[in-house]
């Protein structure tokens, strides 16, 4: 092959590489620089059509030191970014890291390109209801499930250096021999965050015996509703017809899903008939549409809550550009009591914005077969003396630079210090 054709061949990659950093992100929608009033369809329902996406960044929980301040003051806001990009941009630096540890290959992910901060939002916390901006304390219930699967990832990590060098991700736990429930099923199904603790990457435990041992983030399906966003993107995509509301959510890495709520009286779906996001069923009150979800399955997962988690949401079209999302959420069997979250999302251009709905995300799919492999040619590795223990190494829950930010020090989230 020719140096000319090679030369060619090399400036038509780096043309396709500039094209796909050039493609525009999110853009405002034409009535980004005046509101107007909020519009009507064609059939005389309120219009929550068009593409949406939150403006700045907002934690779920209020950070213990804000106490009861609804919002951060201007001057709070800019230093929190100013803190934020610092860590952020420091997270490739050397002298954060030890190369070949296993922490750093729980940050593998460059937070700068891969994830999206954006500015810090007004409010001190998604949370509205209660009033201190916390989610309320799990029941007694709540309490034992999660301690029991907290002391099963323990045992499963405490051989590993995670434990031997006492970091965040073995807190509560102690360094010592491989622990025999290494051999024993997990007291709870697994599911993504089930362990109720650890770090980024992975699965929830410590093993990889099967499929269940892993996370279903591995597998690229970590959309859960109720959906607040996260930082690899997100937007919403809202379509009506009369009688139908769908919307699709950007959930992580490629990861969209699609939901149709059916706008009717008609009852739920019998109890017995469960489903991974449950059973919605709206109806319009005024300007807002309100939707009723139960009927989750046991197998669904949302911050500890699983078949008894009960939602009810409010989409509100406040106006040409602004839609208000409330959502409250109740199980008792999880929470001593319920609790709400508010979200403004800003109407982005349709034309500016070219959307892609086939998730992308599936190399975890195409890559279990392979990681279950590759953990049995450990096993005999370590059965032959030709390898270290699989018990003393960490493949989850491990910490790292999650996001972009330490697990502690000057370069852990400013929000969580």
């Keep these: 092959m020719s140096r000319r054709l090679l030369a060619l061949i090399g400036a038509a990659v780096v043309m396709v590489i500039m094209a796909l950093v050039a493609l525009p992100r999110l853009r405002p929608g034409p009535a980004a620089d005046g509101k107007g009033p909020a519009p009507g369809t064609a059939w005389g329902e309120p219009d929550l059509q068009g593409i949406w996406t939150a403006d700045g960044e907002i934690p779920l929980q209020r950070p213990a030191k804000y106490a009861d301040r609804e919002f951060f003051t201007d001057e709070e806001r800019a230093e929190l970014d100013k803190q934020r990009a610092e860590a952020i941009g420091r997270e490739a630096d050397e002298s954060r890291r030890t190369r070949g540890s296993e922490q750093d ?30 989610i309320p304390p799990l029941t007694p219930e709540a309490q034992k499930k999660r301690a029991a699967m907290r002391e099963y990832q323990l045992a499963l990590l405490q051989s590993t250096d995670l434990c031997k060098n006492k970091l965040p991700g073995c807190e509560g736990g102690t360094y010592g021999p491989p ?9 709870y199904y697994v599911t993504v965050g089930a362990a109720g603790g650890g770090g980024a990457g992975g699965g929830a435990i410590n093993r990889a015996n099967n499929p269940e041992d892993r996370g279903l983030g591995e597998r690229c399906m970590a ?46 779906l019998p109890s017995n008939v469960r489903q991974w996001w449950g059973d919605s069923r709206g109806r319009w009150d005024g300007k807002t549409l309100v939707v009723d979800v139960t009927n989750f399955s046991p197998k669904s997962y949302f911050q500890g809550a699983q078949e008894n988690l009960h939602l009810v ?31 403004a999302f800003s109407r982005q251009s349709d ?4 959307i892609y709905k086939e998730p992308r995300c599936h190399e975890g799919n195409y890559g279990m077969p392979a990681l279950l492999a590759g953990a049995r040619a450990q096993d005999r590795a370590f059965a032959e003396k030709r390898g270290p223990d699989p018990a003393k190494e960490c493949t989850a829950g491990c910490g790292g630079f999650a996001l972009g930010f330490a697990d502690t020090g000057e370069d852990a989230n400013p929000l969580s210090r």
């Design 351 to 354: 034309e500016a914005n070219r």
């Design 105 to 134: 290959v729980g940050g593998a992910y460059n937070a700068a390109i891969f994830t999206t901060h954006k500015r810090m939002g007004r409010r001190t916390s998604m949370v509205v209801d209660p009033p201190n901006g916390r």
């Design 223 to 268: 959309a859960v509703l109720p959906d607040f966003g996260g930082n690899t993107g997100f937007y919403l995509q809202v379509v009506q017809s009369p009688g139908r509301v769908a919307i699709f959510y950007d959930t992580g890495q490629g990861q969209g899903w699609q939901r149709v709520i059916p706008v009717t009286d008609a009852p739920h």
């Design 313 to 343: 949401e409010r989409w509100t079209r406040l106006d040409a550009n602004t839609i208000e999302y409330a959502v409250t959420i109740e199980d008792p069997t999880t929470w001593t009591g319920p609790w709400t979250v508010k979200q």
């Design 179 to 187: 622990s025999p429930k290494r051999n024993e099923a997990p007291p």
